[in-house]
């Protein structure tokens, strides 16, 4: 059984789920690899059907965010000894509904409130209803880890408040940064998670990762053109 991520694209630009931070990583070649969940082995019955069990333990272990497909392949040898293979699918949620976060803007001055729309959906993509939800304003510092080949992110929080759905599944919130800088909104509600990255400008210089392979060296020929 092997995990695929999935995830539900909400119209009117809204977000779902935890960031893709998979960017920050040089080196990692197999972030869009799917993951594997578990296999076993089986014999049919009588009738030819053999029933399939995933332990609940194996599914918690991806700790996802988004939706994910599920994909279960199953190989047999048939009388003529050879192989027979089929797969199926299935969706797996993280949560009994989605948040969909979106920013007025995805950038901003420091000083200036920044508002977000809040929009609660069922699996479907349907308005999912009233909610009880917490949001976290932070401050994004990132941090480059030995080595020089990635970064992590470390958040300071400045804000936060409590909150509840409409019966559309709708709710507005705002906050305003002090400073210029990286801010991440998170939202969290029954299980459900949504993260969201805005820019902050204004005096200073706010650190942005600058991974060694996303630049250019400039080389010259001459000392004047």
């Known amino acids: ?5 999935d995830a539900l694209y909400l119209p009117g630009n809204y977000t779902t789920g935890g960031l893709d931070l998979s960017w920050l990583e040089r080196m990692d070649y197999y972030a869009w690899m799917d993951t594997y969940v578990a296999s076993g082995e089986g014999v049919t019955g009588a009738d030819g059907s053999l029933e399939v069990t995933i332990p609940a333990e194996k599914l918690l272990a991806l700790g996802i965010t988004q939706r994910n497909t599920l994909v279960l392949e199953a190989s047999a040898v048939d009388e003529s000894n050879f192989p027979v293979s089929k797969r199926g699918e299935a969706y797996f949620h993280p949560a009994s509904y989605y948040i ?7 950038t901003a001055r420091a000083g200036e409130e920044l508002g977000f729309s809040i929009q ?17 304003f932070s401050k994004v510092d990132w941090i480059m880890d ?24 709708r709710a507005r919130l705002a906050f305003t940064p002090a400073e210029a800088g990286s801010y991440q909104l998170t939202v969290v509600g029954e299980g459900a998670l949504t993260e969201l990255l805005v820019w902050v400008s204004g005096t200073g210089s706010p650190p942005w990762p ?9 080389d010259t020929d001459a000392s004047e053109y």
Request: proline content about 3%; overall charge negative; hydrophobic content about 35%.
């Open 1 to 5: 059984l092997m995990a695929r991520s």
């Open 100 to 106: 969909g976060l979106r920013a007025d803007s995805w």
């Open 120 to 136: 609660a959906v069922d699996w479907q993509g349907a308005p999912s209803g009233e909610h009880a939800m917490s949001a976290v």
């Open 146 to 169: 030995e080595g020089g080949y990635s970064y992590r992110r470390e958040l300071t929080q400045v804000n936060g408040s409590d909150l509840s759905t409409d019966a559309q599944g």
């Open 210 to 218: 600058s991974l060694p392979d996303e630049s250019l060296r400039l």
